[in-house]
């Protein structure tokens, strides 16, 4: 089983930036690929961006690609999102999750995600 702590979220006004982070514990979790997802009240859970450990690829939804930025520090079992240039409608929980299997190949899927955090709320005001 993966554990994952995310941190980082808070209020920052339209056009700023924010980094979130993931830490990760338990036995194997290096195996699985590590996605980022964001949940707005009332909708549904949507995929942001997904990273192996290995730096064998990472993958991201055309919504956030070029704004948002995903990536791995091995030494401190952490995934991050570096989050810029942020509108109201970022707003969300964000949450981290693991991917169920180690063939992780890019789904976009949150059902082919198995462990997920407790979420961080982003605010972004205008």
């Known amino acids: 089983q993966v554990q994952l702590v995310e941190s980082g979220g808070g209020l920052v006004q339209a056009g700023g930036s924010l980094r979130l982070s993931c830490a990760a514990s338990g036995r194997t979790f290096r195996r699985y690929a590590m996605g980022w997802f964001r949940q707005a009240p009332g909708k549904e859970r949507e995929f942001l961006a997904a990273i192996s450990w290995s730096g064998g690829g990472t993958y991201y939804a055309a919504s956030v690609k070029g704004r948002f930025t995903i990536s791995s520090d091995n030494a401190k079992n952490t995934v991050y999102l570096q989050m810029n240039s942020l509108k109201p409608e970022d707003t969300a929980v964000y949450y981290c999750?693991?991917?169920?299997?180690?063939?992780?190949?890019?789904?976009?899927?949150?059902?082919?995600?198995?462990?997920w955090g407790q979420g961080t709320q982003v605010t972004v005001s205008s």
């Open positions: 999750a693991a991917a169920r299997s180690i063939y992780y190949t890019g789904s976009y899927d949150p059902a082919d995600f198995g462990s």
